[in-house]
């Protein structure tokens, strides 16, 4: 399993000094890179030895997939200028968590909204493969989205939206907020879950001690469905050259 951090660009050097196998900037963060700090930005990645295998947070704020504001015009136009922007850093793996973008509105239908967020992930899946890009679905917690707050109605979402380059991603953060059992991973398939975020439960911060919350559960549940994809630290740290290669030893041992 490979261990990456959710990070930005301009860390890439650190984070490939601790060991880290790779790391996952935010799309909207080159996205809104000027010419000349892109450019150094993509020239600090092409000298790395590890590289931006993962992004995430896709959409800008001004992006809505669900009605009345759901423009697939707009949607295509967009994400089509944000992978050009970040297809030379070399992404397999875009997160669409986005809780924002996603959230069905007051006044529209939990019904409705789905069948909006189902039509906006085939857009997405749709411009992603001419990237040759797959799209990681992110269950959130109901304080940041909702609509989409468990891997298992992510699993039922991915199902439906039926688009080879839309599967799942497993937040052990987000399960633990909706106390949902981690041992739902074992309903998935390895070609459905395709990457794993992990932060500690209680506050978001870096996983550092192996009895600190239920993370060898977490694990073994991943390595029931023989998932070897990445998983990143996706959460806070007052020192991350502190902190940073403890969590490293620690799901490194997990993931063993």
């Known amino acids: 399993m490979k261990v990456g951090i959710c990070t930005s660009v301009d860390q890439i050097q650190t984070m490939e000094e ?41 959409f800008t704020g001004d992006i809505k997939l669900v009605r009345p504001e759901l423009n697939l015009d707009k949607l295509r136009e967009y994400l089509k200028g944000a992978f050009d922007k970040i297809a030379p850093f070399g992404p397999k793996i875009v997160v669409f968590g986005s809780g924002f973008a996603r959230r069905v509105p007051d006044g529209v239908s939990f019904e409705d909204g789905w069948r909006d967020l189902v039509e906006a992930a085939r857009v997405v899946g749709e411009v992603a493969s001419q990237y040759d890009i797959t799209i990681a679905m992110e269950s959130l917690n109901k304080k940041e989205s909702n609509i989409l707050n468990s891997v298992s109605e992510g699993m039922k979402f991915v199902n439906e939206v039926n688009h080879p380059n839309i599967r799942l991603l497993a937040d052990f953060y987000h399960m ?15 070609d459905i879950l395709v990457h794993a975020h992990i932060a500690r439960g209680n506050d978001r911060y870096f996983p550092l001690k192996a009895d600190e919350d239920i993370y060898s559960e977490f694990f073994q549940s991943l390595k029931e469905i023989g998932y070897k994809g990445r998983i990143s630290i996706e959460g806070g740290t007052d020192d991350v050259r502190r902190d940073g290669p403890i969590a490293l030893e620690l799901l490194r041992k997990l993931s063993s």
């Open 18 to 58: 601790m060991g880290f196998d790779f790391i996952e900037p935010a799309v909207v963060s080159i996205v809104g890179m000027a010419e000349s700090e892109y450019k150094e930005a993509l020239a600090k990645a092409k000298d790395a030895s590890i590289s931006c295998e993962v992004f995430n947070i896709l």
């Open 176 to 190: 633990r907020m909706e106390n949902e059992p981690v041992d739902v991973i074992e309903q998935l398939t390895p």
